[in-house]
């Protein structure tokens, strides 16, 4: 039970691992639920999509 309460958790550190400097188009899939993983989500999407 606790490895599924925590996977949203690691599909996060996941794709943030994959978001580089040279790779900054990929994106967080946003939770169904709208919690506190949905605004982190939602939150970190949002500042790579800021332009320089």
Do not use: G, Y
């Not at 958790?9 to 943030?16: A, E, F, G």
Request: proline share 6%.
């Amino acid at each position: 039970m606790q490895a599924r309460s925590i996977k949203p958790i690691n599909d996060i550190i996941q794709t943030s691992e994959i978001i580089t400097k040279d790779n900054l188009k990929t994106r967080i899939p946003l939770p169904k639920t709208r919690d506190e993983l949905f605004t982190l989500s939602k939150t970190i999407n949002n500042l790579l999509n800021r332009e320089i």
